[in-house]
């Protein structure tokens, strides 16, 4: 883990007397957004201070010379407004105020400010703060801890001031550098993560290890290890993950009866979680399940006839009736929902008439 230890950066000076202090811009998330893929980690400069000082040999004073400054300078970052970023301190105690919520960047920095005193002599100060990038959508990235220290000024410096060591993270103990969390994992590394996830007592560790092992097996090509550890998180870890939930029930879809059934049976599962999604995340997600659903039964309905023709079922056409109406009650539930929601219909009618349902069944909106 990398840990910038920030320094004494010299004194910030002014040739006018009147001082504007920029307040740092927020970064707003849209209530209603859907949270999409966790944005890359930060990569932060070493912090820049400037200290509150007293009156200079001449005597002349400013208004800002009470104002402490504190500059965070984002590397290779998106252009300012694209994301924002969230501080959160972990240890010791920040003099200024990092948040609540996420800041933009101006010119790719984010400067804050707090009243230090119009002194000449400063107390020392050091803390760890996490910093996460937040998408337009709200996900927000695995956090980059920087250790944050001033030695204060005048007769209050204090030299070989050691800084606050960040807390403990997974990746660290693991030996992952990187904060990315699809980062490659070596042996060792995987082997570290699967004890971590047996063994923490952390809901937090077991859910990071968690989902960087399911980012290692979704590059293997074998996808047995992925499905059985996608599985674990679902079961285990976090039932309400929809983008894992419907990325489960798609790689069921199209590999025969059995993963259909599944297909069918991990979309209703992660509708099971819809009543606590917002309204525009409710929409489109809901869309995309039933879709799939739809799509799963169909494959299950000619799979059934497809057996019955064969002579397969012993006489017995009662399970291939069955597949087939189900085939048809999926595909209409699709298409009422896509009407309802005003999105596309038009995937939906194909499904439910190749279930050999009529158009005007397929089509009626009456509750039957």
Known sequence: ??????????????????????????????????????????????????????????????????IGWLTFEFLQAPPDGDVGYLFTVVAGQAPMRLGPGPMATRQGRITVSWIDGAMPDQEPFSFVVNVQTVSKTGARSL???????????????????????PPSTLAGDCGVLSTA????????????????????TSAEQRAEASLRLIARADGLPDKREWER???????????ADYGLGLDFAVH????????????????????????????????SRVYALKKLRAVAAGELWRSAEALDEQDLVANDSQPMQAA????????????????????????????CLSAGATQEWCTSTSRD
């Open 229 to 239: 550890l996608v599985r674990r998180h679902l079961e285990e870890v976090d039932g």
């Open 181 to 200: 969390p699809d980062a490659p994992l070596s042996d060792e590394q995987t082997a570290c993560m699967d004890a971590a996830f047996v063994q923490s």
């Open 324 to 351: 087939q109406q189900r085939a048809r009650d999926y595909a209409r539930e699709f298409y009422r929902f896509a009407l309802m929601s005003d999105q596309a219909s038009e995937p939906a009618l194909p499904l």
């Open 252 to 283: 069921h879809v199209g590999s025969g009866p059995e993963s259909a059934e599944a297909a069918i049976r991990w979309a209703d599962e992660t509708l099971g979680d819809s009543a606590n999604w917002r309204r525009n995340a409710y929409m």
């Open 1 to 66: 883990m990398r840990v910038w230890l920030m320094m004494f950066a010299g004194l910030w000076t002014h040739s006018a007397v009147a001082c504007t202090v920029r307040s740092p811009l927020g970064f707003h998330v849209p209530r209603d957004a859907v949270p999409g893929d966790k944005p890359a980690a930060p990569s932060v400069a070493p912090p820049v201070a400037a200290r509150g000082r007293g009156a200079r040999p001449t005597g002349r004073m400013t208004s800002c010379d009470d």
């Open 143 to 165: 956090p980059l801890p920087v250790a944050v220290m001033h030695p204060g000024t005048g007769r209050l410096m204090q030299t070989g001031v050691v800084p606050l060591t």
